[in-house]
């Protein structure tokens, strides 16, 4: 599985969020998205990155920006997880079922483990990928450097 690439259409995708929504891709052309993968919920890093997305949302907006956090656990999972870690603004998505489709169409999706990458990808307001970075494991994103490069898109 190759990672998806620069210049590319972002594949389009409908998931089910934390507030029970079907959120789809392409009805947010004219928008930057921030799609931050991360492989489980209910882990520190991971609770961690998107808190850092939560407390940052303003700024996100303020770069006409939308946020996404994708992994593939299950809806209520989701929902929970988002509730205990106190999301009130970024929806997170249930890359379920089938198990990881969207991080296999961007080529996140570890196939030994049945989780994807830790990774940010930032696609432009006419849905074209235009930023890629995968983390290690272990690694908070800093969100700085997500600024940093939606400044320059």
Known sequence: MELIKLGSIAPNFSLEDNHDKIINLSNYRGKKVLLSWHPLAWTPVCTDQMRSIENNWDNLQSLNTIAFGLSVDAQPCKKAWATAIVLNNLSIL??????????QDYGLFIENDGISERANIIIDENGIVKWVKVYPMSQLPDINEVFQALSNI
Do not use: C, M, T
């Not at 249930?94 to 991080?103: I, L, M, Q, R």
């Open 94 to 103: 249930a890359d379920f079922w089938p198990h990881g489709k969207v991080a």
